[in-house]
């Protein structure tokens, strides 16, 4: 399983790192800005992305409409503290498959992928 993580925060980004290494997920790509993203994922096929909404550059709510109109259907989960229930409503329209409010706990973000991906806990 490979994962690109998306956050302009290197903290969170380290932070997810460690959750997805602690269940042996090792392949990771990093991204800071939407944009970022947006490139990664013409470049190359995830496995599932991690995406924080408020970044520079590009928002990942954008992003994600762009990953989407791209054709690619990879598994997004929107990892961010937008915890309206309109934000949600409006990240799962535009095509993300989950979303976690921050701060999580660890277990959370691998309980989401599980879902997301399929695969075995």
């Known amino acids: 399983m490979n994962v690109l993580i998306v956050d302009d925060s290197t903290t969170m980004r380290k932070i997810l790192i460690n959750a997805l290494k602690s269940v042996g997920i090792t392949d990771i790509d990093e991204a800071c800005d939407g944009q970022q993203a947006v490139d990664a994922t013409l470049a190359k096929q995830y496995s599932v992305v991690l995406m924080d909404w408020n970044m520079p550059n590009m928002l990942g709510i954008d ?6 109109l791209a054709g690619n259907q990879v598994p997004v989960i929107m990892v961010t503290t937008e915890a ?3 934000r949600v409503i409006e990240a799962l329209k535009a095509g993300a498959n989950n979303y976690v409010i921050k701060p999580f706990k660890p277990e959370a973000i691998i309980a989401k992928i599980q879902e997301v991906t399929g695969a075995a806990k």
């Open 63 to 68: 992003a994600l409409k762009r990953i989407r």
């Open 84 to 86: 309206e229930k309109g």
